[in-house]
């Protein structure tokens, strides 16, 4: 069975909550990694990929763009085809995350199963900016879903 990697990074919260309820939809068929923790080693062992991470300044967060950097090249050519999604928690936008993910796994040539999700969280100013956030029950349910929809792919040889 082809396991899901649900890689993720958070500062305030938002991005754990939700790789969390997407790790609980996906019923034990998933490894939850943090995007610190991540090694090429681990995600070589997957068969998909959902990358969750908050957006920063227009792009996405120093962690997961860390993680990236480290395991970009041990990996590239021993992962193609496979499937990747993605959730961005955002304050306002979450475009310039998503296209920057996607252009990175672009290299790798893996092939996106499901819609860009991200979450608003709605933050504008200082204070709510750096707050902890607790998303919505509907994103929860939403990352629940996709944690499911993804694992079970996986699991049925879909993707």
Same mark, same amino acid.
Request: with cysteine; hydrophobic share 45%.
């Given at each position: #069975?082809?396991?899901?990697? $649900? !890689?993720?990074?958070? *500062?305030? &919260?938002?991005?754990?909550?939700?790789?969390?309820?997407?790790?609980a939809?996906?019923q034990?068929?998933?490894?939850?990694?943090?995007?610190?923790?991540?090694?090429?080693? *681990?995600?070589?062992?997957a068969?998909?990929?959902?990358? !969750?991470?908050?957006?920063?300044?227009?792009?996405?967060? /120093? %962690? #997961?763009? =860390? #993680?990236? =950097? @480290?395991?970009?090249?041990?990996?590239?050519?021993? $992962?193609?085809?496979?499937?990747?999604? +993605?959730i961005i928690?955002?304050?306002?936008?979450?475009? &310039?995350?998503? %296209?920057?993910? =996607?252009?990175?796994? +672009?290299?790798?040539?893996? *092939?996106?199963?499901?819609?860009?999700?991200?979450?608003? #969280? =709605?933050?504008?100013?200082?204070?709510?900016i750096?707050?902890?956030?607790?998303?919505?029950?509907?994103?929860? @349910? *939403? %990352?629940?879903?996709? &944690? %499911? !929809?993804?694992?079970? &792919?996986?699991?049925? /040889?879909?993707?």
């Amino acid at each position: #069975m082809s396991r899901l990697a $649900i !890689v993720w990074h958070s *500062r305030t &919260g938002a991005s754990e909550a939700l790789a969390q309820a997407a790790f609980a939809g996906a019923q034990g068929r998933a490894d939850l990694i943090a995007a610190e923790a991540a090694e090429p080693e *681990r995600l070589l062992a997957a068969g998909g990929y959902l990358f !969750v991470c908050p957006e920063n300044l227009g792009s996405m967060s /120093g %962690a #997961m763009k =860390d #993680m990236f =950097d @480290r395991c970009y090249y041990p990996l590239l050519g021993q $992962i193609e085809g496979r499937a990747y999604a +993605t959730i961005i928690a955002a304050g306002s936008d979450g475009r &310039g995350a998503q %296209a920057q993910l =996607d252009r990175i796994v +672009t290299g790798w040539r893996l *092939r996106r199963v499901a819609e860009p999700f991200i979450a608003m #969280m =709605d933050a504008q100013k200082p204070d709510a900016i750096l707050a902890q956030k607790h998303p919505s029950e509907e994103l929860l @349910r *939403r %990352a629940e879903a996709l &944690g %499911a !929809v993804l694992a079970e &792919g996986l699991s049925q /040889g879909i993707f």
